[in-house]
DNA sequence: CGAGATGTTGACGACCCTCAAGTGCAGTGG
DNA sequence: CCACTGCACTTGAGGGTCGTCAACATCTCG
């Protein structure tokens, strides 16, 4: 029985608020198509790209979710992509990928081609696009920022703690409920993201769940207590060296 | 007695790359020099901002090294940034920063004003500038991603190794050698960037140069052999399980 | 040259990884 | 519909890694 299944609307959707304005600018309608393809299933486990392969589109994830793995080999997780977020913003400039992706379920992405959005900006239609490409790449840049912190933290329920907690925030930033989700990934992919051990994933779970702070059936998710969770993200006490004071001239 | 210290040539500066763009669009020369300002020095430990400043530049590492703080206090060290690089890129499009940045040492800095580059776009003068910008923003992410993976490794060996590795990647990169350099921060700050204890950092450092992959006095580096180091980004044998080789229709 | 910060070392204990066994869930075929 | 099978998930025991604390060495800067 499918409680939640995340799918972003298409008016939320990123790729196709950038498909509208490159649309706009041309005589057609129909240019759109030619540069957008929605809604193209994509079935479990199945990738999308290989580390090797030429960058052809930028995807968004529609409905389902995406996971990411360094290099060719699917050794260690590199990230998670949830419905509404856009899989390979930071290739978008090179030749190829060095990393490979898959869907982590049954699921439909939007495509967008990059050589088209190139062609555009070369003639210096689009400035609206460039912004919001400039603007997209800067916010992933803020969410990689967050996963390192997180990734750093100390102890392993610290790690486990924020990771939920961020994952609900990156749900409630496409529309979806940030305290109830369900999670894409198996416990292993989660560790293998974390640099922890799958076992000591499944036990801070049940730690932070004896603390009241999340309830958690599996896949099913269900942040209980969110301060207590973000507060992980601070580290204890001991303060670093101070900054100089010094007023700047 | 300073050895190498690390100045980034002006024709190798990213900012000043920009600022050149920037100014052969407008009439004057004189244009370059409202919008950036040129070896701005700076003493150690005093701030480029804090969290909740409005976001006014960008700064460019001229010479010297900074580091980044999450928050406002110096609770966790968010990242460091050597000279060539930008700090602050990915708060472009943002009104405040919600980190804080400060010199690690005495240096110098190149400040580009951002309402200017802000006005640049909107008048659709520079097609350059914007896809300039988006390169750089995608190259950031693709750091912050790798810095990411780093942060994640199982192992505190694993960690320090790689993270050496990556400065001296990071050194190459803008004109620097990969394998001799001088480490900015502290083992304190290394420490409290990667997760670990500053005791921690210190034993693997030893058991690295044990291993005669690196020779380490205080804080100058020097890699002996960068392909053992970088072999530590790949985790041991432990795969995951298998893309499905399904061919998309 | 002295004082304070930074770096280093050792002992001990907590945390987390490893290994191995067992449980539950989902998809498949009888 | 239900047993079967495979995989993900869970649990426990034991050992290695790393954090903590305290003492000491070294470096830096005035």
């Not at 990059?114 to 070369?122: I, Q």
């Not at 912190?149 to 930033?173: D, H, K, M, V």
């Not at 989660?190 to 999340?214: D, F, H, N």
């Amino acid at each position: 029985m499918p409680r939640h299944i995340p799918i972003v609307l298409c008016r939320n959707c990123a790729l196709y608020k950038t498909a509208l304005v490159l649309g706009l600018e041309s005589p057609a309608q129909e240019a759109l198509h030619e540069v957008v393809i929605r809604n193209h299933p994509i079935e479990k486990g199945q990738p999308l790209f290989y580390a090797g392969d030429p960058v052809r589109h930028l995807y968004l994830v529609h409905s389902g979710s995406c996971i990411s793995y360094d290099g060719a080999e699917p050794r260690q997780v590199r990230g998670f992509h949830l419905p509404g977020e856009i899989v390979g913003i930071e290739e978008m400039d090179e030749e190829r990928y060095n990393h490979t992706a898959c869907a982590l379920e049954d699921g439909s992405l939007c495509q967008l081609d990059v050589s088209r959005l190139e062609e555009a900006l070369e003639a210096e239609e689009l400035i609206k696009v460039q912004r919001y490409l400039l603007a997209t790449a800067a916010a992933h840049a803020r969410q990689l920022q967050k996963e390192r912190l997180i990734t750093g933290l100390p102890n392993a329920e610290q790690r486990i703690g924020a990771f939920l907690y961020n994952l609900g925030q990156r749900f409630q930033s496409h529309g979806f409920p940030a305290l109830q989700y369900r999670l894409p990934m198996s416990r292993e992919e989660m560790a293998s993201y974390l640099g922890l051990a799958p076992e000591t994933v499944i036990r801070m779970l049940k730690k932070l769940a004896a603390k009241k702070w999340v309830r958690v059936r599996t896949r099913q998710v269900e942040i209980l207590d969110p301060d207590a969770l973000q507060a992980l993200l601070t580290r204890t006490p001991p303060n670093l060296t101070k900054i100089k004071s010094a007023a700047k001239n």
